[in-house]
């Protein structure tokens, strides 16, 4: 079984601080990960994804994570955030070869402070 | 790339009556489409799983006879939430992945509100 650990539920920042958002994940076999911003009343917006290959994934508006095996995490950075920043942000876990069946952490929210 | 749209975005009913929530992938074939539903301030959680042509898996818990599922073309999957009730009301998201892709593209979601 898969699962994935968000260890914040809230993180306050200033706008233009740089921001780590944690998740780590649990799985017995090769994994594929993804964070996702939601916006208010809106779906979900694919920031990044790590399939294979290089451990440092850079998405969309400026994101990047890091992929660590032996730490089993994937968390989430921003060197300087906007205001705009200000949402719910997902990590997602899948198994290779599995049905496809997104696991979710329990979501983030990022508040940006002026 | 990699559109999915949903509709409607919102829909108020009355209890008892059925609601149909549509979810197209517009600039690709979705082999693969899910079906999450989302409370207020919760994560996301997955009700079932439809490829095209076939039944729809559903996750322990969630009422097959009461969400009903189909997927008859590769851009279309629809959600029907038969005799609603308060309870049901909620938010709506689907996915789509395409065949042999690992990702999913998410519609804009759905809000559901029985009264």
Known sequence: AQSVTQLDSQVPVFEEAPVELRCNYSSSVSVYLFWYVQYPNQGLQLLLKYLSGSTLVKGINGFEAEFNKSQTSFHLRKPSVHISDTAEYFCAVSGSGNTGKLIFGQGTTLQVKP | ?115
Not at chain 2, 55 to 71: C, M, P, R, S, W
């Open chain 2, 1 to 115: 790339g990699a559109v999915v749209s949903q509709h409607p975005s919102w829909v108020i009913c009355k209890s008892g009556t059925s609601v149909k929530i549509e979810c197209r992938s517009l600039d690709f074939q979705a082999t693969t489409m899910f079906w999450y539903r989302q409370f207020p301030k919760q994560s996301l959680m997955l009700m079932a799983t439809s490829n095209e042509g076939s039944k729809a898996t559903y996750e322990q818990g969630v009422e097959k006879d009461k969400f009903l599922i189909n997927h008859a073309s590769l851009t279309l999957s629809t959600l029907t939430v038969t005799s609603a009730h308060p309870e049901d009301s909620s938010f709506y998201i689907c996915s789509a992945r395409a065949s042999g892709r690992e990702t999913q593209y998410f519609g804009p979601g759905t809000r559901l509100l029985v009264l």
